[in-house]
């Protein structure tokens, strides 16, 4: 594991473990607990592939998954992802 996997491994389980707290003290509204359980599968999911020595490859292709987006979204499993990454940063917009 190098560096930044290393930083974001710590961060992934930094980030599941405040999940999981929030989750069993039952905060959040019904609409927000769904997108935590989903977050946090995502963040299982991510440390697997840490773990096994698969983590930065698409899941489809194989194909590498840039570093400079795995640093800003490590739960990124596609390059189709990549593609639409900008549903990652914002709310959408309803007309």
């Given at each position: 594991?190098?560096?930044?996997?290393?930083?974001?491994?710590?961060?992934?389980?930094?980030?599941?473990?405040e999940?999981?707290?929030?989750?069993?003290?039952?905060q959040?509204?019904?609409?927000?607990?769904?997108?935590?359980?989903?977050?946090?599968?995502?963040?299982?999911?991510a440390?697997?592939?840490?773990?096994?020595?698969?983590?930065?490859?698409?899941?489809?292709?194989?194909?590498?998954?840039?570093?400079?987006?795995?640093?800003?979204?490590?739960?990124?499993?596609?390059?189709?992802?990549?593609k639409?990454?900008?549903?990652?940063?914002?709310?959408?917009?309803?007309?």
């Amino acid at each position: 594991m190098d560096a930044n996997q290393e930083k974001l491994y710590l961060e992934l389980r930094k980030t599941r473990k405040e999940i999981v707290e929030r989750l069993e003290e039952g905060q959040g509204s019904d609409l927000i607990k769904p997108m935590l359980k989903e977050e946090l599968r995502d963040i299982e999911i991510a440390l697997e592939k840490i773990q096994n020595g698969e983590f930065g490859r698409c899941e489809f292709s194989g194909e590498l998954i840039p570093e400079n987006l795995l640093m800003m979204v490590p739960t990124i499993k596609t390059m189709k992802d990549c593609k639409n990454i900008d549903r990652f940063f914002c709310k959408p917009i309803y007309s």
